[in-house]
């Protein structure tokens, strides 16, 4: 998947997907849990890991350390934790 906008390009592989259930969506690896809730996404076990959530448009709309990301708008977001990326879909 590539991501362009504005001076940022985000080139992602290995992408975990899970089975869409009502408004949330699980991935597991590496012990960390990524899900969408409502209008946030959760990121369970990531100890002091940084976490970074893009738009799929590549906007970051957060970084630092979290458990709970509040996002804005419906869509697709790309959620970056230590090394590993996770694509969530917030419905």
Do not use: H, L, W
């Not at 362009?4 to 592989?13: A, C, N, R, W």
């Not at 690896?29 to 996404?41: D, S």
């Not at 076990?45 to 970084?63: D, L, M, P, S, Y």
């Amino acid at each position: 998947m590539k991501a362009e906008g504005g001076p940022f390009v985000i080139t992602i592989s290995n992408i975990a997907e899970a089975e869409n259930r009502t408004a949330v969506a699980d991935f597991t690896e590496n012990n960390y849990t990524v899900y969408a809730n409502r209008m946030e996404i959760i990121v369970e076990n990531a100890g002091n890991q940084k976490v970074i959530v893009c738009e799929a448009t590549g906007k970051k709309v957060f970084e630092g350390v979290a458990a709970e990301i509040p996002v804005k708008i419906v869509g697709v977001y790309i959620v970056i934790v230590g090394n590993k990326t996770f694509k969530v879909v917030v419905n």
